[in-house]
């Protein structure tokens, strides 16, 4: 059966064909680099990380790029605030969200493309959007001319017009037209710059995305994913800046991951209920945290509170104890020669079925309820007086692989003993006085693939399992 994705663009499900065969060209939007996440920001690490996995699983090769929005107004701000440079807060920040998202299962991308990294691109970009009639500059600033794209609106299906009545001009702003964006911003005195043909500057938000897709994808790309948040504007102005300089479709399919409340309600600010993901991972197991928020289909909004995740806890206990009572039982198993055992074509029908759920738009609340199938005529089997070592591995690849599609390892055969991780500390810390940083970070990739998670605090690291 052939993946379905359900296209925002167009509202419907639609058969997943490939620009390249056996490839996936894919691009999500990542965060901005001057805080630690929040979980709804998470929600789409998660999301897309298990959209790629389950391409992985399906034989496709995934070129999965996730930026980081390394300079813009926030950054700045915080830079001012804690009087320090931008670049030393994005350096700082990026590193949190690779530890925090990699604790919670989500594998690097292929390329993590930066602004401050790609800003000749986004110059050249821009420059062309010009020559072409599409932008123009206004006194150091350049806008995008959204009239001159004809098609915007059609991600958020809106018209132009009704746009046009919510637009305003902010106070400052040079463009023409309400409904122009900013593509490169003048510097203010002291703030951080490049060079361009328009003065000193720095790119508008929405620019940069279309021109690291370009770089890294090419003009058009398979799949752009993102936070339902992200629809408009972003989405819908990289499309009409992207078609008008490249003259093609940009993406072919839109995918986006619906909000996070907090005990019913909206996470915001203003209501103190934002939940940072570095901070829950210290209080909860990171896998229960991704196993709740795939127990919810991706398009879906999500309720979180502590009640619902010791739910999704002890739920996910049951697998841990199922793959554990048949690891124990395969000691007193027998071998199986019978390849047609029934118990084998229960196993296999069920993989089926876990398949023809993720087919469907990658329907993870779906799957879930297939593992839970598994783990039902697992412990039924495990009844049997006499077992047999086929039909236990069975059971068991299928737990690991359907999980591991989840993003989730189930297989504590590769776990670490207290003492193992502590001599592994004390060889990172030895590595790091002698600067041989490389073995340092070797040291604690390996570990936290592990699953063991470090923090380096000022009276030494400390760790704690994160599986």
């Known amino acids: 059966m052939a993946i379905r994705i359900f296209n925002t663009l167009t509202r419907e ?8 065969p056996n490839r996936v060209k894919m691009y999500v939007c990542g965060p901005t ?5 929040h979980i709804g920001n998470a ?23 996730l930026n980081f929005t390394d300079v813009d107004d926030k950054l700045i701000q915080a830079a001012n605030e804690l009087g320090e440079e931008v670049p030393t807060i994005a350096e700082r920040f990026i590193q949190a969200y690779k530890e925090d998202v990699g604790a919670l299962g989500v594998k ?15 110059i050249m970009f821009i420059q062309t959007l010009i020559d072409k009639g599409h932008a123009y500059e206004a006194n150091g600033d350049v806008y995008f001319k959204t009239r001159s794209f004809d098609e915007y609106g059609k991600l958020s299906h809106q018209s132009i017009d009704e746009l046009r009545s919510g637009a305003r001009i902010q106070v400052g702003e040079k463009k023409q037209d309400p409904l122009d964006f900013a593509l490169w911003k003048q510097a203010k005195e002291g703030e951080i710059a490049w060079s361009s043909p328009w003065g000193q500057g720095r790119p508008g938000w929405h620019i940069e995305c279309s021109a690291m897709a370009k770089k890294y994808l090419g003009d058009t790309i398979d799949i752009h994913a993102g936070g339902q948040d992200l629809a408009f504007p972003h989405h819908e102005n990289e499309i ?10 940009f993406a072919n399919y839109w995918m986006h991951n619906g909000y996070i409340n907090i005990d019913n309600e909206k996470m915001s600010k203003s209501l103190g209920n934002v939940v940072l993901a570095h901070d829950l991972i210290q209080q909860h197991d990171p896998k229960v945290v991704r196993f709740f928020m795939l127990s919810v289909h991706y398009r879906h909004p999500i309720n979180f509170s502590d009640e619902l995740l010791e739910g999704a806890k002890s739920s996910f206990q049951r697998i841990i104890n199922v793959y ?22 229960k196993v296999d029908a069920l993989q ?3 398949e023809k759920e993720m087919d469907d738009d990658f329907n993870t609340a779906n799957a879930i ?33 359907s999980m591991q599609v989840l993003g989730i390892s189930i297989d504590a055969d590769d776990e670490l003993l207290d003492e193992e991780i502590e001599q592994l500390i004390a060889e990172r810390k030895q590595a790091r006085q002698e600067k041989n940083f490389a073995l340092a970070d070797k040291i604690r990739d390996d570990l936290k693939d592990k699953g063991i998670i470090l923090e380096d605090t000022p009276q030494g690291t400390r760790w704690k399992r994160g599986l």
Request: glycine share 0%; net charge negative.
């Open 43 to 65: 929600r789409p690490a998660i999301v897309f990380d298990t959209v790629r996995r389950y391409f992985e699983y399906r034989g496709y090769n995934v070129d999965y790029v």
């Open 240 to 249: 009409a800046q992207s078609e008008a300089q490249n003259e093609q479709t």
């Open 369 to 401: 309820a297939v593992i839970f199938d598994l783990v039902k005529e697992a412990n039924v089997y495990l009844q049997e007086k006499q077992t047999h070592t086929k039909v236990i591995d069975a059971f068991q690849q299928l737990l690991k692989e």
């Open 352 to 354: 089926q079925k876990f």
């Open 33 to 37: 680099v001057y805080n630690y996440i």
């Open 108 to 122: 690097e991308a292929v390329y993590h493309p930066r602004v401050t990294e790609t800003m000749d691109d986004i």
């Open 13 to 20: 499900k639609e058969t997943f064909t490939p620009i390249e």
């Open 324 to 345: 554990e009572n048949l690891e124990h039982r395969k000691k007193a198993s027998v071998d199986l020669t019978d390849d047609t055992d029934v118990w084998l074509t």
